[in-house]
Structures are given as C-alpha cells and as structure tokens.
C-alpha cells in the first residue's frame, strides 16, 4: 500500500473527529450575552481539542512524508492514533459539560498521554520500517518535545483530583509548545 492511502484515511478519520467535536456544541437558549456563559466550559474545551487534532495532523502529514514504505506494523499503529484521537469528542465533551471536574479533566489527559503515546509508537514503527538510514530518525533526533508531552500529561492527570486547574494549565502548555511550528522533519526532507 502507498503512503498516499494512509494519509488520505488519516485525514478523513481526523476531519470527522473535528466534525463530531463541533456537533457536540450546543446552541444557547437566549439571544443575549448572559446566555452564551453557560456554554463557556464546553467552547473551552472544544478549542483546545481543535488545537490537539489540528497539532496531531500537522505532525503526521510530515512524518508521513518521510516515509518510504508502509508496513503492516505501520498500519496497525497508525490505526491504534486514530483509535485514541477518535476518544477526543467523547473526553472533550465530557469534560466542558461537567466544567472541567477532576475525573472528566483526568480522563482527558489521560486520552491525550495515550495518543502521545500511540504517536510514539508510529513513529518507532515507521523507523523501524525504513531502516537506520530513516528521514525520520535523523529529523526526530532527541525529539524532546515528544518525551517531555507524556509526562506533563501524567502530571496534569494527578493534578486533576488536586487542582484542577493546574491540569488545564498543562494541557494548554502543552498544545502551546507544539504550536511553535516544528522545522526538523522539512529540514531533513529537504536534504534528501
């Protein structure tokens, strides 16, 4: 199978998780100001989502890039992102309705620690299937940003039944370090 393939199921699945995000908004009932704060948690949480799936397709459009072949291990763990990132309007949801609780904000991050986690495992796998000389292992190189996302998560986790706050603070600062658009993976392309 082509990478081409791949990518385009990647980005229908993704396109559908932003569409079942936004259909979980709802519409107030009012026509003032006043009306619209009850909704202020759900629209909260609804961006910052919009913000996860939008970083998590940037970042696999270029890892796929990269790739020369796709292997069965590929497949599998790239279905294995998309079956985590497809929890992201359920844990979104829950957590804006219940205006961001410990359990709901626990099981929000912990959906984000294992889609960091299944990234992970996608990348290692399309490492794996290219070989030493893989684009992506000299573009990845530390890939710090990558270590260090899984363990603010779990932080932020333990945080939610805390102070739930500190958890959003987390989860924002984590979507806010890979907004900084990210020029390893089109550095390496572009030297090949």
Known sequence: MGKGRLEA????????????MVLELKVPHGSNMGSLAPLLPNFLSYVLSFIYVGIYWN????MLHTAKHVSGSVLWSNLNLLFWLSLFPFATGWMGENHIEPLP???YGFVLFMAAVAYYI????IIATDGEDSVLRKAIGSDWKGKLSPVLYMVAIGSSFIVHWVAQAIYVGVALIWLIPDKRIEKAINRT
């Open 122 to 125: 996608l990348q290692r796998c």
């Open 9 to 20: 199921f990647s980005d229908g699945v993704l396109a559908i998780i932003i569409t079942i």
């Open 105 to 107: 904000t626990a099981v």
């Open 59 to 62: 970042n696999h459009h270029h």
